[in-house]
């Protein structure tokens, strides 16, 4: 069962556009995962749609004459039409990612990126991670924890807000599950680990590298910029 939620106020600014698109991609993404989000969103998209109807009124009967013409116009045009300019159907859309022979299905908000995703690198013993462009300089992480697989001890310099896709993973603080959506900031400190025998997938978004804080810190934190970025 998914026990981490992203807060009431971030929903809130998710529904009003407020939040940086990667920000909004990983609540969109949660809610693939998360019923009581799903609900929470929809409510608050209803509350917000009525709120702004009321608001302008004869705005918003303008716009439903403009739009009644204009559909009625567009289905005009499209009933005119010869059949070859008929829309193409989309292409059949990937879902799923390899690593190892094994593969993952991703969560629907995610499919899109999956064209985007880099080539795997080995980390640190049973860590492996694959860069995923989402468009613009930003960058988020593909990781998948093996089997008794660890990432050192780190803290954040910035936010990481991760979401687990597959397996379960534990961090010395608590377990997560996928659809489990998880913000850390520079005050915490975790060590993410698992015994899951199916390893565990997750999604995960840096806006500053990671900063090792112990043992294997040393050597890693100088490419903790190249590898969590
Ligand atoms: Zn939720």
Not at 11 to 21: A, E, M
Request: charged share 20%.
């Amino acid at each position: 069962m998914i026990k981490f939620h992203p807060d009431p106020e971030q929903l809130s600014l998710y529904v009003q556009g407020g939040l940086t698109p990667v920000e909004s991609l990983m609540v969109r993404a949660h809610c693939d995962y998360c019923d009581r989000c799903s609900k929470v969103v929809h409510e608050k998209t209803v509350l917000l749609g009525e709120k702004f109807a009321s608001e302008n009124v004869l705005a918003a009967e303008t716009r439903a004459v403009h739009t009644s013409t204009n559909l009625s116009a567009i289905f005009d045009e499209i009933v005119k039409s010869p059949a070859s300019n008929a829309v193409p159907p989309p292409k059949k859309m990937p879902t799923t990612v390899e690593l190892d022979g094994r593969r993952f299905v991703l969560p629907r908000t995610l499919r899109k990126f999956i064209s985007s995703v880099g080539n795997w690198s080995s980390l640190v013993g049973k860590v492996w991670q694959a860069p995923v462009k989402l468009g613009g300089a930003q960058i988020a992480n593909l990781v998948y924890i093996g089997q008794h697989g660890e990432i050192p001890e780190h803290t954040h310099k910035g936010v990481e807000t991760t979401l687990v896709l597959k397996g379960e993973f534990k961090d010395g603080i608590n377990a997560y599950q996928p659809g489990d959506y998880i913000r850390m900031s520079g005050t915490d400190t975790h060590t993410p680990y698992t015994d899951s025998p199916q390893g565990c997938l997750i999604f995960s978004v840096l806006d500053q590298p990671l900063q090792f804080t112990c043992g294997i810190a040393k050597f890693i934190n100088p490419f903790s910029a190249v590898y969590f970025r």
